[in-house]
């Protein structure tokens, strides 16, 4: 058996900690295994006790894990490995020892500021232009134009704009709203 590390695959040939940053990555950007007891080379090396390590493995991940992603462990008594499924999950971001981290190519990394900030929007199913924007003043004199003659609407009320979702529910213009603003800091 010839196989490499890829993005959605990590080969480890023991149970040691440095799996557990490829967990994050595989939780927080899209299912993927990880197989123990295989070498970087793709050489099947086995392991001493497969149903032992399975223990290890799991107690490993769910004393490591804000939340604890959700995940399979199935043991080859045969070939004396063990594949870990990883599932990417919906309570983002997913961290081990308060980091995130990501898969690039066959290396695992922390994300940075910016990619974590994402990833916390993305768990609370909240993107960048559904928040609140920072500029509350907005005039949409050139919308209103485009959408009264298009939709047929008499005004840009607040109900048509909770509509596109270009307003909050209090009130309060979205990003989304900011951008389509006559004028906009974008």
Partial sequence: MTTRETRGLELKQSVTRTFLKTVSAFANYGTGRIIFGIDDDGKIVGLANPIGDCLKVENMINNCF??????????????????????????????????????????????????????????????????????????????????CGTLGIESLSGDVMRTLELMTQDGAYTNAAEMLADSNAF
């Fill in 66 to 147: 804000e939340p604890v992603p959700r995940y399979t462990l199935e043991p080859d008594d045969r070939r004396k490995t063990i594949t870990l499924t990883v599932f990417e999950g919906a309570d983002k971001p997913y961290r081990c020892s308060g980091k995130a981290y990501i898969r690039n190519d066959s290396s695992t990394v922390e994300v940075n500021r910016l990619e974590y900030g994402r990833l916390v929007l993305e768990g609370n199913n909240t993107s960048y232009d559904e928040l609140p924007s920072p500029a509350q003043g907005l005039k949409f004199t050139l919308l209103e134009k485009h959408l």
